[in-house]
Every structure is written in structure tokens, then in C-alpha cells.
């Protein structure tokens, strides 16, 4: 396969980017670097089978003229700020929802058909069964990020009903392990280095969050690919168990050998449009025979070493 | 209250503009015209209680301008050509989704918190329950238009939980009635009178479809916003019947006298994404008081003595 990568200098792009690679595959990493970095590209380039455009997704000519020779495009790319969407509502339209569009016109200018697309179990709202299954009751959107991401579904849906695309959606958990750099673990640990008497935690603390390791969201995409036969496929994509961030800050704490002072904001949520309850139900894609090889607690630990590593990493957004 | 009904001057708007007024309340009317006709305001415009800005919902700052002062905003302008999506899909990205996000924005910028919003049975795409209730199944987009309305009730609900906004979505089924100005009743009747002895019918005529008398649509609109408490307000607006494309025929050729030989194009669908079977549960709007008052077959004959009645609507997209 020839594949087309948006964001693929990312976190979960790059990862993806390398296993395309180990698996004898050409890839394309199209990324604007805003949040990827071309050290995370440093493998991949040695293999001499990555070309990569700095470009942006909402670039429509870039974009149409970078996809072509390709057959098989990874959207990847997002506004992953899930937090930040009310300060900024228009960067999760243009990044999340016409970023999506442009791809999907590229693709059509370029006549690639397959396409496999990054979305999130935010778009689940708050959920009244758990674990959530993906013809869960019709949900209500309560973030730009989900609104944004399930309008970004709905055109590869309609796309491959009116243009014979075939589509693979997956919707995330958050996803943990190398090359993280933003969400709960990465703040918490940043935190923690910088004082490590004391940590301030969104909400109550009792969130339930469901994470997954990034090497078994990218062989999940893979094999998804592989084996989903449909026109339309959509999977749910996380671990078959939740934790309590509490939870996760002692899984943090522990490995850091810290033992801080913790501060709750106080709260279901941990900012407007949170998901006190993220739970996915995963029987679909494991029916076809993927599972997960980490346990979230193992994510968690792996996501601290690497960070711990890598404290450029945690400067560079500080 | 003071209303801004986008697409003011079309179909639906003018009609909601005219039973605004007849309930005192002031109406700004916002329309680019594309579809929308002065002559349906005429008498709105005669009772001195409504201004009218020419202008297009993607012009954000003309939208912002205009909107102040208001209360309430009705949001009705769209690109209700269904079938076309195909041929165009920006348009329905424009005028539906980015058009949904710039009347929010403005808003927002006027400090506005309320909205009702023309969604779509659409976005049920093909379901599997009959009646569909409003929390059906999360279903897969089958159409651009349907996918580009359901961005832009994800996006109102998103606004609704970050911003304190309350929103009264509707998911309309086809409406029918006076000032009707585009759908099959317009096309069958154009041709009718071009040639009384033929008529040709996309698909196999045995489509099941809703219809609702745009009367009724209008009298649910204003008593979903008045009724309904919640933060986000998602009703199913339809009849409580279907029927088959060829009892609207037949409807059809009996008012107007006609007897043609049927061509039918074949197949379940008219087009590519049309739906074979809509039909909504709408018990939850009807549980706020809500009844419709024409049948189906009276909506239809209605809207033939309208058409027949003003030919030059007829003749203006010959």
C-alpha cells in the first residue's frame, strides 16, 4: 500500500508511520509540525520509504496535489485539545470537520476511495450504557470536540454511500505510551516534576476514563483496515476496562516515587463538556480478532517512563 | 419576542415570519435570496412589525450585525436540495454546517442564548425502527445533506453545553404547503401541466415517505420553543402516517385531473442516499400538546391547488 498519513508527524501519526514502514509499506506523512515533530519521524526517514510535506490539512490545493500516487488515506489529523474547544470554537470546526472535508475532496480529485479516520468516544456525549457499543441510542453532543469529530464521520459516511469510498472509523479512547504530549498523564507528570509536594486534579478525581496503549490502537487500525468488509465501518477503540483518575495519579505517583499533596477543583467534570463516564464497548473489532496486549495501569506506566525520558518533550509545551 | 428567522424570505421562514407576527412578536429576516422570494413577505412587510437584511448566512459580519438586538433565533436558511448533494457537496458543508457555526458565533457575539434549528429526519439515515424515535440507534449518515445537518445539530448542542445556550432542534420529515417551492409534489405538478399524458418517477414509487403540512411545522416550532425545558431540545416533527410515492401520484393526478402513463426509473431509491422508509416517532412533541391538523393526503392536494394557483413559481426554476 501507498499511504497518505495526515498528521503523521504526530503522536498516534508517527507511531502509525512506523509500523506502515516495519510492514513493508510506502507512507506519505502530510503534518502543518503545530503539534508533530520531526524527531518522531527520525526512524522512519532512515528507512528511505517516508516522504513528508509540511503542509496544512485545510491547504485544499497542497493537500490534492501531496495525495496523489497514494491508494489508502490515514486521517490522522486533528485539533486533539479536547479542553480548550470553548476558548477557540472555530479551531475544532476548521480542524476536525473542514479539515476532514478537504481530505475527502482530495481524496475524490486524486480517486482514492479508502479512507481510515481517527475519531473519539467523546462523540458518545454522556452516555446512558456502558460499556457503549457503537449503535449506542443517538447521542447529544456536549463538546466542539465530539460535535466536530462526528460531523467528520458523517462525511466519510456519506462519501463512501455517494462516491463508493470505504471507510474505517475508529472511535478513541484517549490514547497513552511514546510520543505522548498532551492530556492528563503528560500535565500530571509535568506537574510533578516541577513540584512534587503537591498536584491539582480536575474535577473530583473520580472521572472514569478508559485508555489505551498507542501500539495497540495503531494494530487495531491495521487490522481493522484488513478485515472490515463493509462500505461504512465504524469501531469502537479502547481497553475492555476503565480506571478512576485517581486511579492513574497513583499509578503516576508511584513510578515517580512521589508522594504529593492532592488538590481536587471539585466537581463531576473537569472542565465544561468533560465525560464524568468513558467506557467503549469493544466486542466488534475484537470479534475480529484484535485485542489489546497492555493493561491501561501498563499504558500509564510506559506513558511516565517515556516522558521521564524525554523531558524535552514536557519543556517544549511548558 | 424578537425573532431572527434566517432564510426569512423561503418556504418555511416566511411562513414562521408571518405567524410571528400574527402573535405580536417583531421579526428580523435574514435571506440571500437564492431561493427565498420577496412576494412571500409581502405581508409581513405590510404590518410594519418586520425589517429584512439581504444577506448570506457565510457573511459573518453582515449576520452579527443584523442579529442585534434580538432574542430569539430561528435558523431555517439552508441548502434544502437534498438530492444534489452529489453534485455539490460544498454547498452542503457551506450552507448547512459552516452556515449553523457562523449563526452560534454571532450569537455568542450578541450575547443571544436561544435557538430553534431545522434539522432533518435525514440524518437517521436508513434505520432499522419504525417509527424512528429521536433516540434511535446511533445511525450512519447516508447523505450530505443529512451528515452536514447533523454537524450542525452537534454543533448547537456543544454551544448549548458550553456557552448556556438553549436549543429546540427539530428533525423535520418533507414539508408540504402553501409557498412550497421545490421537492416532488413541485417537480410532478411542472411536469403535469407540461405533459398530461406521461410522468416519469425516480425509483420504484414504492418509497415510504413522511410528509407535514408547513402550517403545522410552524404552530410546532413556536410551541416546542415555548414548551420544551431542557438545555437541548431534540423533537422528531412529522405525521403519523406514510405513505408511498405512488399515493402521492395518485393524489396528485386526481386534483389535477390527469391520467398519465407512470415511468418508473427503477430501484428502491430515487437517488443516491435517499431514504426507501421515513417515517418518525414523534410521541415526544405530541406529549407537549403538539398535533398536526392536515392529513398527508391534505397536504399534498393543498399544495397542488397552491401550485396550480401560482404557476409562476413553477415557471421561475423551469
Known amino acids: 500500500m501507498k499511504a497518505f498519513v495526515t498528521g503523521g508527524a504526530g503522536f498516534i501519526g508517527s507511531t502509525l508511520t512506523d509500523r506502515l514502514i516495519s510492514a513493508g509499506h510506502d507512507v506519505v506523512v502530510y503534518d502543518n509540525f503545530s503539534t508533530g515533530k520531526e524527531e518522531f519521524l527520525r526512524e522512519a526517514l532512515a528507512s528511505g520509504r517516508v516522504t513528508v510535506t509540511r503542509g496544512d490539512v485545510l491547504d485544499q490545493s497542497l493537500l490534492t496535489a501531496s495525495m496523489r500516487g497514494c491508494d489508502t488515506v490515514f486521517h490522522i489529523a486533528a485539533n486533539a485539545d479536547v479542553r480548550y474547544g470553548l476558548t477557540n470554537p472555530r479551531r475544532d470546526v476548521d480542524q476536525n470537520t473542514l479539515a476532514t472535508f478537504h481530505v475527502l475532496e482530495a481524496m475524490r480529485a486524486n480517486g482514492i476511495g479508502r479512507i481510515v479516520f481517527s475519531s473519539t468516544g467523546s462523540i458518545y456525549g454522556e452516555p446512558d450504557v456502558f460499556p457503549t457499543p457503537e449503535d449506542a441510542p443517538f447521542p447529544v453532543q456536549t463538546s466542539l470536540y465530539g460535535a466536530s469529530k462526528l460531523a467528520g464521520e458523517g462525511l466519510i459516511s456519506a462519501y463512501c454511500e455517494g462516491y463508493g469510498f470505504r471507510g474505517v472509523i475508529f472511535r478513541f479512547v484517549s490514547i497513552l505510551g511514546e510520543r505522548y504530549s498532551h492530556g492528563h ?38 487490522l481493522g483496515l484488513d478485515r472490515a468488509g463493509g462500505k461504512v465501518n465504524i469501531f469502537n477503540l479502547g481497553a475492555d476496562e476503565y480506571c478512576e483518575v485517581t486511579d492513574s495519579v497513583g499509578w503516576i505517583c508511584d513510578r515517580m516515587g512521589v508522594r504529593p499533596r492532592i488538590e481536587f477543583t471539585g466537581g ?8 464524568p463516564f468513558i467506557f467503549l464497548d469493544c466486542t466488534r473489532l475484537r470479534s475480529l480478532g484484535w485485542k489489546p496486549t497492555l493493561s491501561i495501569r501498563d499504558g500509564v506506566i510506559r506513558t511516565v517512563d517515556f516522558l521521564q525520558a524525554h523531558p524535552w518533550l514536557l519543556e517544549a509545551r511548558a
Open 185 to 222: 498523564v503528560f500535565d500530571f507528570v509535568r506537574s510533578l516534576r516541577a513540584d512534587p509536594t503537591r498536584l491539582t486534579v480536575l474535577g473530583n478525581g473520580q472521572q472514569r476514563k478508559s485508555y489505551l496503549y498507542v501500539g495497540d490502537c495503531v494494530e487495531a487500525m491495521l
Open 268 to 275: 463531576e467534570r473537569g472542565w465544561i463538556g468533560d465525560s
